[in-house]
Nanobody
Framework: QVQLVESGGGLVQAGGSLRLSCKAS?????????MGWFRQRPGKDREFISY????????HYTDFVKGRFTISRDNAENTLYLQMNSLTSEDTAVYYC??????????????????WGQGTQVTVSS
């Protein structure tokens, strides 16, 4: 049974930092085409933040997090990370990690990902 478990969310002041983790189990971590981070803000659709391919050699960020967020992975620990710096109130959302098994399909579209974590809340106070 595939499980993705996020942790590291919480309440932080604007300008602060958080590091999210996503522990994967029940799958061969490096056999998945990509691991991604998405978020869902109140009243909004789920939106793409970043993805990293199985080896870590290919990384992509959406424009609004470039220079502030860093995605990484530790294949030995089956863990995906998202370092978030310079947080603003606009970053308040539930953050999800996801696993994409197929090499087909867009890496930035939620429907391309087969497995999802339960989400972790990030709240940024201004």
């Amino acid at each position: 049974q595939v499980q993705l478990v996020e942790s590291g969310g919480g309440l932080v002041q604007a300008g602060g930092s958080l590091r999210l983790s996503c522990k994967a189990s029940g799958l061969t971590f490096t056999s998945y085409a990509a691991m991604g981070w998405f978020r869902q803000r109140p009243g909004k659709d789920r939106e793409f933040i970043s993805y990293i391919n199985w080896s870590g050699s290919l990384i992509h960020y959406t424009d609004f997090v470039k220079g502030r967020f860093t995605i990484s992975r530790d294949n030995a620990e089956n863990t995906l990370y998202l370092q978030m710096n310079s947080l603003t109130s606009e970053d308040t959302a539930v953050y999800y990690c996801a696993a994409k098994q197929s090499f087909r399909g867009s890496d930035t579209i939620p429907d391309s990902y087969e497995y999802w974590g339960q989400g972790t809340q990030v709240t940024v106070s201004s």
